[in-house]
Nanobody, 122 residues
Framework: QVQLVESGGGLVPAGGSLRLSCAASGRTVSRYTMGWFRQAPGKERDIVAATSWNGDFRYYSNSVKGRFTVSRDNAKNTVYLQMNSLEPEDTAVYYC???????????????WGQGTQVTVSS
């Protein structure tokens, strides 16, 4: 089993930055694809970014491309999401997920964190 714990969320003004972290425990996730998803009230949980186990393949949704950067430190069993130029539309609960195969679909992930709230004020 893999346990994932997100941190780094909070309240930030538009144009600001946050860095989310996702720490894994239970087993190493160094060979797992790691993804970041977000869910706003009344909306579906959508993918934001994903990184393959070695970082060679990275995916970004169109809405965050050029503003967000996903990275990972396999030695620390941790994945990050650097979020710059935040917009009110980025307000959501952000979830970290781990999957054995590379996927940009939430169905492709086996383990999920509890989420961290990100609120961007206008």
């Amino acid at each position: 089993q893999v346990q994932l714990v997100e941190s780094g969320g909070g309240l930030v003004p538009a144009g600001g930055s946050l860095r989310l972290s996702c720490a894994a425990s239970g087993r190493t996730v160094s060979r797992y694809t790691m993804g970041w998803f977000r869910q706003a009230p009344g909306k579906e949980r959508d993918i934001v970014a994903a990184t393959s186990w070695n970082g060679d393949f990275r995916y970004y949704s169109n809405s965050v491309k050029g503003r967000f950067t996903v990275s990972r430190d396999n030695a620390k069993n941790t994945v990050y999401l650097q979020m710059n130029s935040l917009e009110p539309e980025d307000t959501a609960v952000y979830y970290c997920a781990a999957g054995e195969l590379y996927s940009t679909s939430k169905q492709g992930y086996d383990y999920w964190g509890q989420g961290t709230q990100v609120t961007v004020s206008s």
